[in-house]
């Protein structure tokens, strides 16, 4: 590629273009590259990379494939292929009724028909990766700031703040009372906004939480309700895990705190939920944005048109969705098998000598090193969590990657993998506890 | 009924007490707020705690006061917008403007908790005719047999020419490439895990292979220099925050597509400059036009990152030749700008002439690449929109890199990936629509513009696109946009046709206006002539 003159200096680009916001460059995704260099397979690569830092489900993939199999008119377009026409051609940012309805009844189903989600209050986005971008570009202005508590989602950085210009003020929490968020805390990180001058629009917590794998008590989503109404700002739950939660009756929606206070002031909260998680269909890119507000929900809506969901898609699901024999039989069997799951892990570590935060949902869980640090701060984890990397061969993601206050805390996901692998990887650990142990017993001899 | 009420923040008023919004439930309880809302700051006034104080509430009270009686002043009417003391008036006043009017019924709707600037500027209802004549066709369209008294949808540019076509390629085709594995067993991995979010590769390689084969062979497409998107609306947004920053400014010639409005500018705070193009040279580009424009813009302190041209143009229908796209490259280097070459329409040609896109001059000649940026789609010319399928290719790097980590917000859905792979590398059928395709297109093409004439209205000569850019401006009085919004509003609302007016486009002359006729079928051609007859008639 030619450049005519010397003098000139490249064509320039924006800021958005050169900045480092999306964050690929922090251990979290180093980790895939190492993964992806050198993955783990049972027969080919028996020493690969395992990767353990995508909360990927993939317990339930036959039951899906067991409804296409059964039901391949769900994506023929019914058996006289006259929908296909209609379907081709629909792009309405509305989004197709038949699915809307569909996943309002699915969230329902999750939340064990504990609370009621109206269709035309669902808006659809490509993936919550761009329903939490959406909200944070309609909630706030740039330099405006969301209070997300901590250890977040370590793509929050990237989806909340790249192209928004919005911050991320962060709400700290610690082991002391397992990482729940207190009053004290949302406090501390209003006031530390305001001290630098940043006006604060919402708060954003995930529940189920994402890297704790905890569901939030009742009484703390009071709290933060009434904290968000005193200050007259957002509240926006991602509840993206919560059909992965192994007890249905241990998760809280804040759907249902709402409820029971009869809608009051519900029109500052939204509800962010996609099919990555529950469903594990992340290639299908479907996102939802819940909101009780009526502006909120009309400019999402709008704002949509540049993350449609493919019509195809939305048939398809629309079809799977509906059928709540399906539907319902899913929710339990996933369940239960991420409980087994998170059983089989929890037990493998706790034989290695390795404890975890009590947890009770999503696809990981959220691991605590902190006894091998070498030095108790961020370079003693990313330390120890490099030799995990590269002697044991486990990609785990460190908790200062998702801002964690207390170093040594590591989230490790076991849904995406087989069983026999997720063996291979406790007895990896296993091995590797071993070893230290020994050169500890060396060292004190 | 609610009613919208000057929201106060506690913070910034310390010796208010909040005081709580009236709950969604009814006049009853709208009736004891009210009192409350007059008892309370009273309260804070007659307990003040010294001169400082009194001072400050007592002029505040009072001015709440004054508002509280404007507000009972204009309490009968639903829409009642009371001024607001807060600093942000403006953007309040259209909050309760359009949420007390649009939901009365339904929980939690009315609040006073505040969205963005941007939001606000979204949710104000859509003023352009381009819009409001789809949303208006859209909720009474023409049938046929079933609404014969609908309105007939010309305002939108979409290929329903050859969807029979697609219908029986997925008949015969469709289960075997969505799941089935190889060996008939069916794997939903494929399609269910995690995608790359710019697009899978096989998918990259189907879609560059149908670019080049739409585009008449003449020039190849290179997988790793594309991005997928969600439609070409993510695409050309998408590209915009990559090249420019908030506040700059992008070159448009004049007409153009009144999407661009909405889909550059919203999130991004871009500027769209018009160039404009005028009838007596046909609507050509010309760089004198470009370079003033660009003067002007920097006299203004406005930054020109680029230019956007769209070829085949929309709206009117004609493609950029080989002189005018060397002349583009020139002005864009010395300038040291980008440019952006919309090339959704490029297989929906009908004329003599063939289409020559940006890739193909660049491959040829050795400009530097860095500055070319190409939009593409799978809406027009496969007659696919509702699958959301957008291409960004770009020979700059950065631009990709960037691209392609932007692309996780808009990704296109992995099993419509593997419908489409298995379409687009059909080639033998993918050469059969494409010929078909533009046969049908031309009929129509002649046959509507014949039909125009009959009633002494002329289209521009235009070789491509899925619309003619017709001159109506003999029909309209007097001679300026008012006008011509004039008819447009008489063809929508008497005439029963939507068609798009200029000025929703930025036409600088009235009276143009783009007619869509590949949604229609031939005899439906007469009924439009009909139409547009009985309203010019009259």
């Known amino acids: 590629m030619a450049i005519e003159t010397d003098q000139q200096p490249p064509v320039g680009l924006s800021r958005v273009a050169v900045s480092e916001t999306h964050g690929e460059d922090s251990p979290y995704f180093a980790g895939w590259k190492a993964y992806d260099e050198n993955p783990y397979d049972e027969s080919k690569n028996p020493s690969g ?26 994506s023929i377009w019914g058996n006289k292929i006259s929908g296909f026409r209609e379907n081709a051609l629909f792009q309405d940012y509305h989004g197709l009724q038949s699915f809307r309805k569909a996943m309002a009844s699915f969230m329902e189903q999750i939340r064990g028909g504990r609370a009621k989600f109206d269709p035309d209050r669902v808006v659809l986005t490509a993936g919550a990766t761009a329903a939490n971008e959406l909200l944070t570009f309609i909630l706030a202005d740039p330099g405006d700031a ?29 082991s002391s009372n397992n990482f729940q968020v207190t009053p004290q805390a949302l406090e501390a990180a209003y006031n530390n906004a305001e001290a630098m001058n940043i006006k604060v629009r919402g708060v954003l917590i995930t529940n189920p939480s994402n890297p704790l794998g905890t569901t939030i008590q009742r009484s703390v989503l009071e709290e933060i309700l009434d904290f968000v109404t005193r200050k007259n700002i957002h509240l926006v739950s991602d509840e993206i895990y919560s059909g992965s939660v192994f007890s249905s009756s241990e998760f809280v929606s804040i759907a249902e705190v709402l409820e029971a206070r009869n809608n009051k002031g519900s029109e500052r909260v939204h509800i962010v939920y996609s099919l990555s998680k529950d469903l594990g269909l992340p290639g299908f890119r479907v996102g939802t944005i819940y909101s009780y507000n009526d502006k909120v929900v009309t400019t999402a809506r709008r704002m949509s048109s540049f993350t449609l969901i493919s019509s195809q898609t939305q048939h398809l699901l629309a079809s799977m969705l509906s059928d709540k024999e399906f539907t319902q039989n899913y929710i339990e069997t996933n369940r239960e098998r991420l409980r087994k799951r998170y059983g089989m892990i929890i037990q493998g570590l706790r034989v290695a000598g390795i404890e975890c935060l009590q947890g009770n949902a999503g696809l990981f869980c959220w691991m605590n090193l902190s006894p091998l640090l070498e030095t108790p701060t961020r370079e003693g984890e990313l330390a120890l969590w490099n030799s995990i990397l590269h002697e044991v061969k486990l990609n785990i ?25 997720l063996e291979v990887a406790l007895d990896r650990i296993h091995q590797f506890m071993k070893r230290r142990c020994d050169k500890e017993k060396l060292g004190h001899v | 009924m609610n009613h919208s009420r000057s929201r106060r923040n506690p913070t910034r008023e310390p010796d208010f007490p909040t005081v709580k919004p009236p709950s969604p439930g009814g006049s009853s309880s709208g009736g004891a707020g009210a009192a409350m809302r007059l008892i309370v700051p009273l309260q804070g006034v007659v307990q003040g705690r010294g001169g400082l104080i009194l001072g400050s509430i007592i002029p505040g009270a009072l001015y709440y006061f004054f508002q509280l009686y404007l507000k009972r002043c204009r309490s009968a009417k639903p829409n009642s917008n009371p001024p607001s003391p807060s600093s942000s008036s403006a953007q309040l006043a259209d909050l309760s403007r359009s949420s007390s009017r649009s939901n009365l019924s339904s929980r939690g709707s009315v609040g006073p908790v505040r969205v963005s600037a941007r939001a606000n500027s979204i949710a104000k209802p859509n003023a352009s005719p381009y819009y409001i004549g789809l949303e208006m066709a859209s909720e009474d369209p023409y049938d046929r047999f079933d609404n014969p008294d609908g309105i007939m949808q010309l305002g939108l540019s979409e290929n329903r020419l050859s969807l029979d076509l697609i219908e029986t390629w997925i008949l015969e085709n469709l289960e075997r490439s969505m799941i089935g594995g190889a060996d008939g067993h069916l794997n939903i991995s494929g399609i269910a895990t995690y995608q790359p979010l710019d697009g899978m590769m096989e998918m990259k390689i189907a879609v560059a292979g149908f670019m080049s084969q739409v585009m008449g062979t003449t020039v190849s497409f290179d997988p790793s220099r594309l991005v997928l998107t969600s439609g070409a609306t993510p695409a050309i947004e998408t590209l915009c925050f990559c090249l420019a920053d908030q506040g700059n400014a992008f070159l448009v010639p004049t007409p153009y597509y009144p999407g661009f409005d909405r889909d550059m500018k919203w999130r991004t705070g871009v500027e769209l400059i018009p160039v404009h193009c ?31 041209i769209s070829n085949p143009s929309n709206p009117i229908g004609n493609m950029l030749n080989k002189e005018t796209l060397y002349s583009l490259l020139d002005f864009a280097r010395e300038k040291n700008i980008h440019i952006i070459s919309d090339e959704i329409f490029a297989g929906s040609t009908y004329g003599s002439e063939e289409f020559v896109s940006m890739a193909e001059i660049l491959e040829s000649e050795d400009f530097d690449k860095n500055r070319v940026h190409i939009i593409y789609g799978l809406s027009k010319d496969l007659s696919l929109p509702g699958f959301r399928v957008g291409v960004i290719y770009s020979f700059n790097t950065s631009v990709l890199a960037a691209a392609k980590k932007l692309a996780r917000f808009s990704s296109v859905s992995a099993p419509t990936q593997r419908i489409l792979i298995s379409m687009l590398s059909d080639t033998r059928f993918i050469q059969r629509y494409i010929e078909t395709t533009r046969e049908r297109i031309k009929k129509m093409y002649v046959a509507f513009a014949a039909g125009l004439k009959q009633l002494g209205i002329e289209c521009t000569k235009s070789s491509a696109g899925l619309y003619c850019w017709a001159d109506m401006s003999g029909l309209i009085r007097p001679y300026n946009e008012k006008g011509e919004l004039e008819l447009w509003d008489k063809l929508l609302k008497i005439g029963k046709i939507n068609i798009t007016p200029g000025s929703a486009c930025h036409c600088i002359e009235p009276g143009w206006f783009r007619c869509c006729f590949t949604m229609l079928a031939e005899e439906d051609i007469p009924v439009v002539i009909k139409r547009i007859q009985r309203v010019v008639e009259t």
């Open chain 1, 49 to 74: 990379v395992i990767q353990m830092g995508l909360a990927e489900n993939q317990v339930s993939f036959d039951l899906l494939e067991e409804f296409l199999k059964q039901h391949s008119e769900a």
């Open chain 1, 146 to 174: 969301l209070l997300v508590p901590t250890p977040y989602y370590p793509g929050f950085d990237r989806d909340l703040r790249w192209r928004t210009g919005v911050k991320i003020v962060p709400i700290h929490c610690d």
């Open chain 1, 397 to 421: 993601s460190p908790g200062s990657s998702c801002h964690c206050s207390e170093p040594g805390w590591f989230r490790v996901c076991f849904a995406n993998m087989s069983e026999q692998t």
């Open chain 2, 278 to 308: 005028r009838s007596s040279d046909n609507f050509a580009l010309s760089v004198t036009a470009l370079d003033q424009a660009f003067n002007q813009a920097r006299k203004r302190g406005q930054k020109v990152r680029g230019i956007l």
